[in-house]
């Protein structure tokens, strides 16, 4: 219910409040406690600051000046760049800015004002004493940190896009946006990207401070669920999965899918469910933060349950967010006309959603992707449950034909990994396709494969056949990409390449004849894939885990050759590559993680991974 008056925060910052209770739209958009007090308090100064002040003033200055030497007078007056007052912007944090008494110290008294103590209070408020103690290892300056916030959004946003890029970069500009969101996102773009100027040691001491501090465990309930910590969290699981997996990281994205469902944005489409905020006074643009939120989070569920091969937490049929509809990079949401459009509950209508998509045209990529990944997460399903599902013919059969109607609503040309340069398509745009056409790519290659023991050896041989071909249609893709955008692209792809190495080897091995030309065909793809990974393991810890795995995969096998059947057997026994059982096997062999060529606090030790009793070592 409304308030007569405005919050404390929107009277300390002098701004219209909504009065919304218990938090106004402003303090629950920059995710801050929401605090409405019942005493009234008179403008002006309180009786005897001024005099006081004026005392403390004359003392400090007298203590000031008998400190004072030759030398120190000559510094006095400091250069632009070195006066903290120069740029207190790039230390200032919402929270600080509360931090103003202003209301007590004469904002309405202009016969008091003075602009020396003015300028001393804001600089006492505004810079701490040592930034780098809040967050250690944070060591960077104003211009340094800003070029580090634009070359996220350049080039690291594209992959987990959360923030409408111009409206973050001004309320950066304003000395407005959240401290500990801000550090996050600009230690994150320093580890992808490696800038000269901040030491890799310091960059790593951050980011495992912020891991370790920031969660909804160390939290204000408040601001529990505020979007500014869901973003910040988000980031946090975005990098912690694909730099440190197993259990740790698994569990950030279990607990922020489950916290979506705490605040409804799995339902923003439905006003009776969705409570993150107030739809009285939530802009558009508002709305389109949770939305594309909500959608980061569903990619994160869907990639960490299918590489540990594990239920989702979001359920598709509960879903009734729309897809995006405005870009990162638009001004506003006057120029919404489209309809909304959301995920089918069957599988066999994606291929409408993704028509709807083209025809709208708007956000094409990344909301193919959204479909792409549903598809994917279909197909998890199936390698999830293995041989022993029920009614597991009839769900394979039912993917094939939602795949089949999926790449036949596509626009013309778009499995085509070659880019579009006639059309003006960017390299950015390619490289999102490139990751739509892999998730389509494997989908199809899960369900090629003969998942019953009933198959006979026909069925197996041509599913078999028509993996190969898959295989071969990811190298193609691979063939087109260009390394230099890997930061833009979510690194997850890299579990479908490790996947293509792992059976293009098991087509080495079951091929009768070893001089078959189609065995340097399959080496030359193998290289291929490798070198992928490798250029991905040069930003992220977990692509070189990958192909550690492959390694041993090829030790342990030697040069053995491979009949059908032991094939057929092999992938009968198949687990999601972070799997525990998976990771069990490969903490047994007589190979120490330090042979991955990666630094030593970069992943953790594979014994460490899992930490769950889920799985009996002994099988």
């Known amino acids: 219910m409304p308030t007569p008056r405005a919050c404390d925060r929107c009277i300390r910052r002098k701004i219209k409040c909504g009065l919304q209770q218990p938090d106004c739209a402003r303090c629950s958009e920059a995710g801050l406690p929401c605090t409405y007090s019942t005493e009234r308090k008179k403008p002006g100064p309180r009786q005897g600051s001024r005099r006081r002040k004026l005392v403390a003033a004359s003392a400090s200055s007298a203590s000031i000046e008998a400190q004072s030497t030759p030398g120190d007078q000559d510094d006095a007056l400091l250069p632009l760049q070195q006066d903290p007052l120069a740029h207190y912007q790039e230390i200032v944090s919402p929270d600080m800015v509360d931090g103003f008494n202003l209301l007590q110290e004469g904002v309405y008294d202009f016969g008091n004002f003075n602009l020396q103590d003015t300028a001393c209070s804001l600089a006492t408020a505004a810079v701490p004493s040592n930034t780098e103690n809040m967050y250690p290892g944070y060591s960077i300056g104003h211009q340094q940190e ?3 916030l634009v070359h996220f959004f350049n080039e690291v946003h594209p992959a987990i896009p959360l923030f409408r890029t ?6 950066y500009d304003d000395g407005l946006a959240e401290r500990n969101l801000l550090v996050t996102i600009v230690t994150l ?4 990207l490696g800038p000269s100027f901040w030491k890799s040691e310091e960059v790593e001491l951050c980011m495992k401070y912020l891991l370790k501090t920031m969660s909804a465990e160390t939290t204000s309930p408040d601001i529990h669920n505020g979007l500014n910590l869901l973003r910040l969290e988000c980031l946090l699981a975005y990098y912690e999965f694909h730099q440190f997996p197993g259990s740790s990281s698994w569990m950030r994205i279990s607990s922020l899918a489950r916290r979506a469902y705490t605040v409804g944005i799995y339902q923003i489409d439905n006003p009776r469910q969705f409570s993150a905020c107030d739809r009285v006074t ?3 643009e508002d709305i389109e933060d949770w939305r594309y939120l909500f959608w980061c989070i569903y990619c994160l569920d869907s990639y960490s349950n299918i590489s540990v091969g594990t239920p989702f937490v979001v359920e598709l049929e509960c879903i009734n967010t729309a897809l995006p509809r405005i870009s990162h990079d638009q001004a506003d949401s006057s120029s919404i006309s489209a309809s909304k459009l959301f995920l089918p509950d069957d599988i066999g209508d994606l291929w409408k959603t993704a028509k709807g998509v083209v025809s709208a045209g708007i956000m094409i990529n990344y909301n193919i992707h959204l479909i792409t990944t549903t598809a994917l997460r279909h197909a998890g399903y199936i390698m999830r449950v293995g041989r022993m599902g029920k009614r597991l013919h009839t769900k394979i059969t039912a993917l094939k034909v939602a795949l089949v109607a999926l790449r036949l609503s596509l ?3 778009y499995l085509n990994p070659a880019r579009n340069a006639l059309a003006g398509e960017s390299c950015i745009d390619h490289h999102m396709r490139l990751a739509n056409i892999l998730h389509i790519h494997m989908a199809s290659l899960i369900v090629s494969i003969p998942h019953g023991d009933d198959a006979n050896e026909t069925e197996f041989a041509q599913g078999w056949l ?3 071909g898959l295989c071969q249609m990811i190298v193609s893709v691979v063939k087109q990409w260009d390394n230099q955008h890997s930061p833009r692209i979510d690194p997850a792809i890299c579990f479908i390449i490790f996947s293509a190495i792992c059976l293009l080897e098991l087509h080495r091995r079951s091929t009768a004849d070893p001089t078959d030309p189609l065995i340097s065909s399959l080496d030359q793809g193998q290289h291929l894939l490798l070198l992928f990974l490798e250029q991905f393991s040069n930003i992220w810890a977990l692509p070189g885990f990958l192909i550690q795995q492959f390694r041993r995969m090829q030790d342990r096998y030697g040069d053995t ?11 009968s026994r198949f687990k999601a590559p972070l799997h525990p059982e998976t990771l069990e096997r490969v903490s047994r062999s007589s190979t120490a993680v330090s042979d991955m060529n990666l630094a030593a606090d970069t992943i953790l030790p594979l014994d460490d991974l899992w930490s769950f009793g889920l799985y009996d070592p002994g099988l």
Request: aromatic share 6%.
């Open 146 to 148: 800003r070029e580090l």
């Open 166 to 171: 111009g409206h973050f970069l001004k309320t």
């Open 189 to 192: 773009a320093a580890k992808v």
């Open 282 to 284: 939530a802009t558009g």
């Open 411 to 413: 626009p013309s040309g």
């Open 466 to 468: 028509d993996s190969l």
């Open 561 to 571: 050759r491979l009949t059908y059947a032991e094939v057929n057997r092999l992938l």
